[in-house]
């Protein structure tokens, strides 16, 4: 069945076709990597991503070291047959650097309006840690070190509390935002992606929804 449908399949002259890694739930690009027919075999028949090292010239598990496997959803050709998207639900981050995808370096923005995203905070935050950008005041926090970002940790949340004990919505806010901020920042200096904060939150969101069930017996 494998033989059957990888026939049609285009590889280049190496023996490899290109794979654009995407997150099932939110269809966001995670990565770009390379397959052979091999490794593209071994992840039709492990459901989990299997890719081909050009640099090391040999295969790799995604997560055989950093335990961030890919659990492959659905794999697709595109209309010439040379190139693939799997999707694919991960155990972490995309990334080696700890970022939740490979692509986070912004080139060029034409200045539209889009959706906030959390994740591409952190990202973005994420890339002052290594990219040094004079003026930065993230890139300044980093070069301080964690103390200091600890130090604004706590700061804003006093902030919070003073704003929500004035009553003020607009202004606790406002600092609500800058708190989370702060966190981000410390979650990036520590190696703790926002996934790592959902899936502690989803095993609470189970315990609690347990006990609920066993309290109504």
């Given at each position: 069945?494998?033989?059957?449908?990888?026939?049609?399949?285009?590889?280049?002259?190496?023996?490899?076709?290109?794979?654009?890694?995407?997150?099932?739930?939110?269809?966001?690009?995670?990565?770009?990597?390379?397959m052979?027919?091999?490794?593209?075999?071994?992840?039709?028949?492990?459901?989990?991503?299997?890719?081909?090292?050009?640099?090391?010239?040999?295969?790799?598990?995604k997560g055989?070291?950093?335990?961030?496997?890919?659990?492959?959803?659905?794999?697709?050709?595109?209309?010439?047959?040379?190139?693939?998207?799997?999707?694919?639900?991960?155990?972490?981050?995309?990334?080696?650097?700890?970022?939740?995808?490979?692509?986070?370096?912004?080139?060029?923005?034409?200045?539209?309006?889009?959706?906030?995203?959390?994740?591409?905070?952190?990202?973005?935050?994420?890339?002052?840690?290594?990219?040094k950008?004079?003026?930065?005041?993230?890139?300044?926090?980093?070069?301080k070190?964690r103390?200091?970002?600890?130090?604004?940790?706590?700061?804003?949340?006093?902030?919070?509390?003073?704003?929500?004990?004035?009553?003020?919505?607009?202004?606790?806010?406002?600092?609500?935002?800058?708190?989370?901020?702060?966190?981000?920042?410390?979650?990036?200096?520590?190696?703790?992606?926002?996934?790592?904060?959902?899936?502690?939150?989803?095993?609470?969101?189970?315990?609690?929804?347990?006990?609920?069930?066993?309290?109504?017996?």
């Amino acid at each position: 069945m494998i033989d059957a449908d990888l026939d049609a399949l285009k590889f280049d002259q190496n023996g490899l076709i290109p794979v654009v890694v995407q997150d099932f739930s939110t269809r966001r690009v995670l990565t770009l990597a390379y397959m052979n027919r091999e490794s593209l075999e071994i992840t039709l028949r492990e459901k989990r991503t299997c890719f081909y090292s050009r640099s090391r010239k040999a295969l790799w598990r995604k997560g055989e070291t950093s335990g961030n496997i890919q659990h492959l959803v659905r794999l697709t050709a595109d209309c010439d047959g040379d190139a693939l998207t799997a999707e694919v639900i991960g155990d972490g981050p995309a990334c080696h650097t700890g970022a939740e995808s490979c692509f986070f370096n912004l080139l060029w923005d034409g200045g539209r309006p889009g959706a906030f995203s959390a994740d591409e905070l952190y990202n973005l935050i994420l890339s002052r840690k290594t990219e040094k950008r004079e003026g930065s005041y993230t890139g300044y926090l980093f070069e301080k070190g964690r103390e200091k970002i600890l130090k604004k940790v706590g700061e804003e949340s006093a902030e919070v509390i003073i704003g929500a004990m004035k009553g003020s919505r607009e202004e606790t806010i406002f600092e609500i935002a800058d708190l989370v901020y702060h966190l981000f920042v410390l979650m990036a200096d520590c190696g703790i992606v926002p996934e790592d904060v959902r899936a502690e939150l989803a095993g609470r969101h189970v315990v609690d929804s347990k006990i609920k069930q066993e309290t109504m017996k």
